[in-house]
C-alpha cells in the first residue's frame, strides 16, 4: 500500500483549501480511509474517516460542517476539503488506510498500518 498526499500550503483564516491523497494497492471498498493531522508538540489527531465499506464517514469536532472528505474508488483517490479554515487548522496532514480498522476505531491513528506522506497546512491569521 502506498499513499501520496499533496495539496498543502499557506492560506488566510477563511480561505480554503482541497488535499488529496492518490492511493495504490488498495481497495476502497474494503479500506477504512482517514484523514490525521499533527501539530507542533501535539499528538497526532483525527480529522475525517470513512469506514471501511464507505458507507459510514465520521468528522471530528473542531473540523464538523468546514471539512468534507471524499473518495473515488476508480482512480483511488481520497480528497479533504477544507473551508473557512482557522490559524489553528494549522498542521501537517496525512492520509491513512486500513483494511482491519472496525468502525469504532476510526478516530484511533494506531489503528491505522499505512500512511502517506505529510503535506503542510498552515493557516495565518
Known amino acids: 500500500v502506498q499513499l501520496q498526499a499533496s495539496g498543502g500550503g499557506l492560506v488566510q483564516a477563511g480561505d480554503s483549501l482541497r488535499l488529496s491523497c492518490a492511493a495504490s494497492?488498495?481497495?476502497?471498498?474494503?479500506?477504512?480511509t482517514g484523514w490525521f493531522r499533527q501539530a507542533p508538540g501535539k499528538e497526532r489527531e483525527f480529522v475525517a474517516g470513512?469506514?471501511?465499506?464507505?458507507?459510514?464517514?465520521n468528522y471530528a469536532d473542531s473540523v464538523k460542517g468546514r471539512f468534507t472528505i471524499s473518495r473515488n474508488s476508480a482512480d483511488k483517490t481520497m480528497s479533504l476539503q477544507m473551508n473557512s479554515l482557522r490559524p489553528e487548522d494549522t498542521a501537517v496532514y496525512y492520509c491513512a488506510a486500513s483494511r482491519s480498522v472496525i468502525t469504532s476505531s476510526l478516530r484511533d491513528p494506531r489503528a491505522y498500518p499505512h500512511w502517506g506522506q505529510g503535506t503542510q497546512v498552515t493557516v495565518s491569521s
Open positions: 494497492g488498495v481497495t476502497f471498498s474494503t479500506t477504512a
Open positions: 470513512f469506514s471501511r465499506t464507505g458507507g459510514y464517514t
